[in-house]
Nanobody, 118 residues
Framework: QVQLVESGGGLVQAGGSLRLSCAAS????????MGWYRQAPGKQRELVAT???????NYADSVKGRFTISRDNAKNTVYLQMNSLKPEDTAVYYC????????????WGQGTQVTVSS
């Protein structure tokens, strides 16, 4: 069984920063992709950023230059450094991992609230 534990969300003023963390535990044979998604009220869940085990990254256009995704493979942990936060970044942020152990499985974190005030 795999569990994802998120932390780091909170309330911050526009222009501020937050760092989200998500640690995967349990049967984590291989995690080729880790990422972050977010969902604002009344909107679809959207991709924020992903990172491969080799360090290749992908970002939504709306966060490029402001957010940085990274991972510690030894700790099975993914991070999202969020700088220059804007009110439109307000959402519940979910971490996601792809686990491969003879087959591929998707796992989602519980979500952490990020609120950016103007």
């Amino acid at each position: 069984q795999v569990q994802l534990v998120e932390s780091g969300g909170g309330l911050v003023q526009a222009g501020g920063s937050l760092r989200l963390s998500c640690a995967a535990s349990g049967s984590t044979f291989s995690i080729p992709v880790m990422g972050w998604y977010r969902q604002a009220p009344g909107k679809q869940r959207e991709l924020v950023a992903t990172i491969s085990s080799g360090g290749d990254t992908n970002y939504a256009d709306s966060v490029k230059g402001r957010f940085t995704i990274s991972r510690d493979n030894a700790k099975n942990t993914v991070y999202l450094q969020m700088n220059s936060l804007k009110p439109e970044d307000t959402a519940v942020y979910y971490c996601h991992v792809l686990i491969v152990d003879r087959a591929a499985y998707d796992y989602w974190g519980q979500g952490t609230q990020v609120t950016v005030s103007s």
